[in-house]
């Protein structure tokens, strides 16, 4: 293989319940980076949540986030890609959440304007989510007044695993592909950014149209259904090894979880 970029995910890949990257990994990430190998990374976090994590691997590369809505370049702060999601869109997603939010008020709902988080309320577990991603919080009263404007992206909680993929089978009813994109990162998450804006989107364009190589020279590694499209496009791509079978049956190989510091037992089985 001819591996010129290694594209890593964050929660679940290179950071796990410690929301810490080991040792082990960043001593594996440095030694793809002596072979002259850049290092990126593609996450559904905030760029601001992912800016930590960009200087501890020492990354070469601007920081996808927002799973592929937002790319921005740390050693200048350019903004290079930003493509929010349709705001009719959002208006009408946002009713949809809230009707559920109504019938069930385990549902949390997450805006994201300019990199900044904003809520209707504050709760415990909104609170542990904006503690573990180290970013600061807004409170509005009603998140409609926002929408005059269009979100990054769109983000429902629940510690109900069931209710979340329900209303993802219902949101996939009820908007077409080129309407809304639609993912999990977690069990209990669902996202929506707007329609082909994803991390497979959002590295091609980093990877052909800013650096000019080819799906073939990419390595990416990814845990979880809003990595798919970045796994998909990568010439080799690996699944830790707690990722959901669909995720597994599409990547080139698999690694153990990030427990087990599975992205360092890949880049020493597939790059050095």
Same mark, same amino acid.
């Given at each position: 293989?001819?591996?010129?970029?290694?594209?890593?995910?964050?929660?679940?890949?290179?950071?796990?319940?410690?929301?810490?990257?080991?040792?082990?990994?960043?001593?594996?990430?440095?030694?793809?980076?002596?072979?002259?190998?850049?290092?990126?990374?593609?996450?559904?976090?905030?760029?601001?949540?992912?800016?930590?994590?960009?200087?501890?691997?020492?990354?070469?590369?601007?920081?996808?986030?927002?799973?592929?809505?937002?790319?921005?370049?740390?050693?200048?702060?350019?903004? *290079? &890609?930003?493509?929010?999601?349709? $705001?009719?869109? !959002?208006?009408?997603?946002?009713?949809? /959440?809230?009707? =559920?939010?109504?019938?069930?008020?385990?549902?949390?709902?997450?805006?994201?304007?300019?990199?900044?988080?904003?809520?209707?309320?504050?709760?415990?577990?909104?609170?542990?989510?904006?503690?573990?991603?180290?970013?600061?919080?807004?409170?509005?009263?009603?998140?409609?007044? *926002? &929408?005059?404007?269009?979100?990054? $992206?769109?983000? !429902?909680?629940?510690?109900?695993?069931? /209710?979340?993929? =329900?209303?993802?089978?219902?949101?996939?009813?009820?908007?077409?592909?080129?309407?809304?994109?639609?993912?999990?990162?977690?069990?209990?998450?669902?996202?929506?950014?707007?329609?082909?804006?994803?991390?497979?989107?959002?590295?091609?364009?980093?990877?052909?149209?800013?650096?000019?190589?080819?799906?073939?020279?990419?390595?990416?590694?990814?845990?979880?259904?809003?990595?798919?499209?970045?796994?998909?496009?990568?010439?080799?791509?690996?699944?830790?090894?707690?990722?959901?079978?669909?995720?597994?049956?599409?990547?080139?190989?698999?690694?153990?979880?990030?427990?087990?510091?599975?992205?360092?037992?890949?880049?020493?089985?597939?790059?050095?």
């Amino acid at each position: 293989m001819n591996i010129k970029v290694l594209i890593l995910d964050i929660d679940g890949t290179i950071s796990g319940q410690s929301n810490q990257v080991t040792q082990r990994v960043k001593n594996a990430i440095k030694e793809v980076q002596n072979r002259g190998i850049k290092v990126g990374l593609a996450t559904g976090r905030m760029y601001c949540s992912a800016l930590r994590f960009y200087h501890d691997i020492e990354a070469d590369l601007p920081i996808i986030g927002y799973n592929g809505a937002w790319i921005q370049n740390p050693k200048n702060s350019e903004i *290079l &890609l930003h493509t929010p999601v349709n $705001k009719e869109k !959002a208006q009408d997603l946002f009713n949809y /959440l809230k009707v =559920q939010q109504n019938i069930n008020n385990n549902i949390e709902i997450h805006f994201y304007f300019e990199d900044q988080l904003y809520v209707e309320k504050m709760t415990t577990k909104t609170e542990f989510y904006i503690k573990r991603s180290g970013i600061n919080f807004n409170i509005v009263d009603d998140l409609t007044v *926002l &929408l005059s404007q269009s979100p990054t $992206k769109v983000l !429902a909680s629940s510690p109900d695993a069931n /209710l979340i993929s =329900q209303m993802l089978n219902d949101l996939k009813n009820r908007y077409k592909d080129n309407e809304l994109y639609l993912t999990q990162s977690s069990p209990i998450y669902l996202e929506a950014t707007q329609a082909g804006v994803n991390k497979g989107t959002a590295v091609k364009y980093l990877v052909e149209k800013i650096l000019g190589f080819t799906a073939e020279e990419i390595m990416a590694i990814g845990d979880n259904f809003n990595d798919y499209t970045m796994l998909e496009y990568a010439g080799f791509s690996v699944a830790m090894g707690d990722a959901p079978e669909e995720i597994k049956a599409i990547t080139s190989a698999i690694t153990h979880d990030v427990e087990n510091d599975g992205v360092a037992e890949a880049i020493a089985n597939y790059i050095l």
